[in-house]
């Protein structure tokens, strides 16, 4: 078993460190404020740097590494501001992994090189308005008409909604009930029939737009099928990553607000000495590190193991659970341990704490992820729906 990460995963991080802690920590500070993600001039320096292509082919624009080596790169960027990191998400562990492995190679030459780039955002399109944890009571059509799919329904909480530039679309594309008439198609931004609601205000996640995706009869070419009906435990494979980079969202924002707290338990005094001369704080401290370095471990055994590149469902859910239970309890610990300064928005604690909670609700809920593990235990899935 292999505890330690190679020269080059250590250079690379370094790598990703330094930049992100140089050159985007005003960036971040100034996302948290306006509220606007990531500019375009920002993307393509980080596509320039090959940080959106990490574990992307070469043959696509990427840099052909690991997907351990596409997390080492986002756990820095999340810590310095998740929505720096969002577009290393979306391209390393999210919706553009699923087009890489199952789209046809002419949908992967127009979309990918450009993700790579940074010319391009995709985000998913999973969730509807009725069907979140139900995600298999999704309403969303996709019917093939000659060389083209036509699509119609409504799609909430994308994040990206209205601003990235394309939509991996979990839709029905068959009259089989549940998931067997599941497949997924890729939407451009710009066609006529798509529209876009109201942006939604969330508690956290500054910077990473969302809004309802209304598809009004859009039309796309049959070739921007991405996985067909009865693909929907594909698309669950590759959502696998995709969990073990929400996980690792929560692993940079809960090693950023450690390293904060420290930092800060060590220069501030009360009764005459530093707070970290306190047990009650030093005890305070162990377990936030003990949790953020059990999350990681659990995170890169899930990808190291990974066959053909997606982790297992165990794996990955055990990963995202412990992740978003612990950087809830860890930016919580951050914001206590700070005393005003940790409650005042002119420190990063109370935003961490605020980004925190979102990710134990975007990509499944905790719950749903017990209930997964619980599967994977006992060999069987559990009807949600029998009475
Ligand atoms: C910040 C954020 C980002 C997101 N990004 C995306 C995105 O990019 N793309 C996308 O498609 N969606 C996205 N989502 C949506 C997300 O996937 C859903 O919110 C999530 O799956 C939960 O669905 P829901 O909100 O409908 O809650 P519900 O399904 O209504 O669940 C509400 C509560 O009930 C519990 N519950 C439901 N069913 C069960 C059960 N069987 N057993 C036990 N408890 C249960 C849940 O655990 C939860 O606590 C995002 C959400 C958030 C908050």
């Known amino acids: 078993m292999e505890f330690s990460l190679s020269a080059e995963q250590k250079a690379l991080q370094q790598q990703a460190r330094s930049f992100a802690q140089k ?7 100034e996302i948290e404020a306006t509220n606007e993600p990531l500019s375009k001039e920002w993307k393509r320096r980080l596509g320039e740097m090959g940080f959106l292509g990490i574990n992307v082919d070469q043959a696509y624009g ?7 080596e596409a997390l080492l790169v986002l756990e820095e960027f999340a810590k310095v501001h998740p929505a720096v990191a969002f577009p290393i998400f979306e391209s390393c562990v999210g919706p553009v992994k699923a087009i890489e492995r199952f789209g046809s190679d002419s949908l992967k030459r127009r979309i990918l090189p450009s993700v790579c780039r ?21 309403t969303t059509s996709a019917t093939i008409e000659g060389s083209s799919i036509v699509l119609a329904g409504t799609k909430r909480w994308s994040s990206g909604g209205g601003h990235a530039d394309g939509y991996l679309v979990y839709c029905r594309l068959s009259e089989a009930p549940g998931a067997k008439g599941i497949g997924a198609v890729y939407v451009e931004k710009d066609l006529p ?13 500054r ?5 309802d995706i209304f598809l009004d009869g859009v039309e796309v070419p049959a070739d921007n099928l991405v996985v067909p009906a009865g693909g929907f435990g594909k698309l669950m494979e590759a959502f696998d990553l995709e969990r073990c ?15 904060d707290t420290l930092a800060y338990t060590q220069e501030r005094r009360q009764f005459g000495k530093p707070l970290v001369d306190f ?30 590149g997606f982790p297992s469902v165990a794996d990955s859910s055990i990963a995202k659970c412990f992740a978003n239970e612990m950087v809830r309890q860890v930016t919580g610990h951050a914001v206590q341990l700070m005393g005003g300064y940790g409650y005042s928005k002119a420190y ?20 749903i992820q017990k209930v997964n593990i619980a599967a994977a235990l006992v060999g069987r899935r559990f009807n949600q729906r029998a009475q």
């Open 207 to 211: 910077g990473v737009h969302s809004a």
């Open 62 to 68: 990427g840099l052909g590494l690991g997907s351990l």
């Open 23 to 29: 050159e985007l920590a005003e960036v971040g500070r």
């Open 279 to 308: 047990q009650a704080v030093q005890l305070k401290i162990a377990e936030m590190a003990m949790q953020v370095e059990a999350a990681r471990l659990l995170v890169h055994r899930a990808v190291s193991r990974a066959e053909g």
């Open 118 to 138: 940074g010319e391009a955002v995709v985000a998913v399109a999973m969730s509807e308005p009725n069907a979140g944890s139900a995600l298999t009571d999704l």
């Open 348 to 367: 990063p604690a109370e935003q961490r704490f605020r980004d925190a909670w979102g990710w134990g609700i975007a990509g499944g809920s905790i719950d």
């Open 193 to 205: 029939g798509l529209s876009f609601g109201a942006r939604e205000m969330l508690m956290g996640f």
């Open 245 to 259: 980079g929400n996980a690792t969202m929560c692993l940079g924002i809960a090693s950023a607000a450690l390293e």
